[in-house]
């Protein structure tokens, strides 16, 4: 285990943005996770848990503690007496090689989430989701390693409190961390199909779509709505979509009678927030400098070369009070804003 200095998290975000951190490490065990942790405490060092930095705007000044990037590997498939497979893998795990796995298996509930960037165990932190489908869905335990006392333990979904973009983990940071995933999974052809992208795509074919053939329209769908990352920076949807009171989704609709909005609960709505940046704010493509919101996907905050977090920052500002201008709605940021 090497603790190396003045690591800049610039080459491990996929914003290219931040700073030097103190101190950086990868844990590849359980031990080794919690001797870094212990190592931090008896030094004062604030700590930070990572993955692949794919949803973390890291600050210009760095990180003045010890970064910590989960590297925990392996991978286990096991069939249950149900006929369901429980799909194990660690923490560090590439998220995305997973659902290969699985689709090349046969084993079906992860194919809408192909091509999320990032690891295994980011996945639970905000409950990732994409083409109606959220890793809640197939969650089955979630193994953690508690950063006050180092003990383990094993979480099932409603210990997770999970939410849109939200669960118990990222209400409550810096007290587990996530050190494998296991999801349910099944032979049984089981296509989500109702995402609109995904019916769109699939509105002529005869036959139920195979895995593969999701899996495929997922990829190419992505490709279509997010930059290179081998190219440009960016977090993906820097802001997550609102949620409103019906009646406040009244009061817009006098205004904006075309708002897509979807169905959130008892008396809520969550609002096309890509919509409202497009149709009503004019954001699509707008550059300030190095910064863009994508012209493909307004959502998505581009850093197309050169920009500091202080620049994204400025830009997601913007972003944000022209929403509350001319909606009176308040928008949170999806991506980890560090300070
Ligand atoms: C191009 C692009 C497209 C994207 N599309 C989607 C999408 O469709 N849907 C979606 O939901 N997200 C999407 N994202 C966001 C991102 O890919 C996910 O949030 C992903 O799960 C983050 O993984 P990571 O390993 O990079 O986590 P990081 O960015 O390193 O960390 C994210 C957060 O999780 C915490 N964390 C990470 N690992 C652990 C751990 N093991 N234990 C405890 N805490 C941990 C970190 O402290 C941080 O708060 C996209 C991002 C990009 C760049």
């Known amino acids: 285990m090497v603790i190396e200095e003045n690591v800049p998290l610039n080459n491990h975000t996929t914003f290219r943005v931040g700073g030097p951190a103190r101190f950086f490490a990868v844990a590849r065990s359980r031990e080794e996770l919690w001797a870094l942790i212990t190592h931090a405490k008896d030094k004062n060092l604030p700590l930070l848990i990572m993955g692949t930095g794919s949803n973390i705007l890291a600050p210009d000044e760095g990180w003045k503690g010890l970064v910590i990037e989960v590297g925990i590997m ?30 090349s298996k046969g084993f079906w ?94 509105k002529n074919h005869k036959e139920t779509p195979s895995l593969l053939d999701i899996r495929t329209a997922v990829l190419e769908i992505r490709s279509r709505k997010f930059p290179d990352l081998r190219k440009f920076g960016t977090a993906g949807s820097f802001f997550k979509n609102p949620i409103i ?65 202080k620049d994204i920052r400025a830009f997601a500002d913007f972003v944000a009070s022209c929403v509350k201008e001319k909606t009176g709605i308040a928008i949170e940021p999806e991506v980890n804003v560090l300070s």
């Not at 939200?166 to 032979?187: C, I, N, W």
């Not at 008396?267 to 012209?295: M, Q, Y």
Request: charged fraction near 20%.
């Open 74 to 103: 392996g991978k286990q498939f096991s069939d249950q007496p149900d006929g369901t497979i429980l799909a194990t893998a660690g923490a560090g795990e590439n998220w995305d090689s997973l659902v290969a796995d699985c689709v």
């Open 109 to 202: 509930g992860l194919e809408n989430l192909s091509g999320i960037p990032g690891t295994v165990g980011a996945t639970p932190i905000q409950n990732v989701g994409a083409y109606g489908v959220e890793i809640k869905d197939v969650i089955d335990t979630v193994e953690v390693l508690e950063i006050k006392n180092g003990e383990t333990h094993s979480f099932i979904p409603t210990d997770c409190r999970f939410g849109y973009r939200d669960s118990f983990f990222k209400q409550e940071p810096g007290r587990y961390v996530v050190t494998a995933v296991t999801m349910r999974l099944s032979r049984n052809a089981a296509p989500t199909l109702h995402y609109r992208d995904l019916r769109e795509h699939f």
């Open 245 to 309: 009171t019906t009646t406040h989704l009244a009061k817009l609709q006098e205004r904006f009678p075309d708002v897509p909005h979807f169905p959130a609960g008892e008396g809520r709505e969550k609002i096309s927030l890509a919509w409202l940046l497009d149709r009503v704010c004019n954001l699509k493509g707008v550059t300030h400098g190095p910064v863009e919101s994508f012209k493909r996907q307004p959502l998505v905050i581009v850093n197309t070369g050169g920009a500091t977090a």
